[in-house]
């Protein structure tokens, strides 16, 4: 009797080990949302992303420098551009499923152009909030012409900007991190 019930036991454990095999098997990476984000992927804060490229400048300088070593490492197919700058253009998709349409760093200045594409779509209230960016009053180029909305955020001595797309604002489009001059602050 005992052997029998250690046998069941032993046999419960095998059918447990197989199911959760089989399980982990099976887990494909999370499927887009029809928002088009990955909502469900769990990614590192050294990771590259789109939230992290929104956090990373405002820790300062450092931050900036982090964001440009972190997409040179994540895309190594930077085309140099006179005098120092660094260029790449996309399709490049990050961890978190977003895609870059290009990517323009700065090297003597400090500063990164980021372009976005608009599908999947990042949101610019998301955006906003991980930043604590604000909405510009300004709408339209001195032309009159609708560029999208921006929204400004300033932290350690460094300006991001991020613009979206017209008419309907409803994704980012791109993000500009400059440091801050004197004058600005």
Known sequence: MNKEIKFGAVASMVLIWIFGLQSCASMDPPAPSARGIYESVIVSKD????ENLLRWPLEGQAGVVKAGVELRRTFPDFRPLPPADL?????????????????????PS???NIGLESEPCFSPERAAEISRAV???????AHGV???????AKGNGVRINFTTTP??????TSINVHSIRRTER
């Open 47 to 50: 990771m590259v992303t789109i």
């Open 87 to 107: 260029q790449r253009d996309g399709p490049m998709q990050l961890a978190d499923g977003y895609i870059l349409s290009f990517v323009w760093i700065g090297v």
């Open 110 to 112: 400090g500063s990164l």
């Open 135 to 141: 909405l510009s009053p300004v709408f339209q180029d």
């Open 146 to 152: 609708n560029r999208g909305r921006n929204y400004d």
């Open 167 to 172: 008419e309907a604002y409803r994704c980012v």
